[in-house]
């Protein structure tokens, strides 16, 4: 998610406002097939046609979404499972590789990132110690397709969306 409300002209960097995505499992597809063919569903997802969702034939783990412009947070509860809620911060980031797959409108693919979790969460934020996905200590989104920043050109006066897709990988 991208605004470009406040830009002066074409070639100015939109505002990042944070990312807002649905969490698929895709364990089982990585331990049984391996992963070369992850890395193609995670591609083949961010290629997509919006009315195949190639994604929906995976388990729904939860979602992914921002409550500011700095604070990813992962909520791990869905109406099959509760694993918890975690607050994150960005610790690292690598660009793409290269030959990294492009989304559907061919947008290049987003950095690859390590996030630390914030416990307790940060200010203003609260979380119940049963709420909280406490065994989780890092995240790393990997393997990335699409959803690169452009610039303002074609978006200028509003806030709009980029696909992408991604590996995220919990750690203990």
């Not at 089982?28 to 992850?38: K, S």
């Not at 500011?68 to 793409?96: E, Q």
Request: glycine residues 6%.
């Amino acid at each position: 998610n991208y605004s470009c409300e406040q830009a002066a002209k074409a070639t100015d960097a939109p505002t990042p406002l944070g990312a807002v995505a649905d969490l698929y499992n895709a364990t089982c597809t990585t331990g049984f097939l391996g992963d070369a063919v992850t890395n193609k569903l995670t591609n083949n997802i961010a290629q997509q046609d919006q009315q195949s969702n190639l994604a929906q034939n995976l388990i729904r783990s939860g979602q992914h979404y921002f409550p500011d412009n700095t604070t990813p947070v992962f909520n791990l509860n869905t109406a099959k499972a509760n694993y918890g809620i975690t607050f994150t911060k960005k610790n690292a980031s690598i660009p793409a590789p290269a030959d990294a797959s492009t989304s559907q409108d061919k947008s290049a693919a987003v950095p690859w990132l390590k996030l630390k979790v914030q416990t307790p969460p940060p200010t203003p934020y609260q979380l119940d110690a049963k709420d909280s996905a406490s065994n989780v200590a890092e995240i790393y989104r990997l393997n990335t397709a699409g959803g690169a920043q452009p610039t303002c050109d074609g978006y200028m006066g509003r806030k709009f969306q980029k696909q992408y897709a991604a590996e995220y990988w919990f750690w203990h």
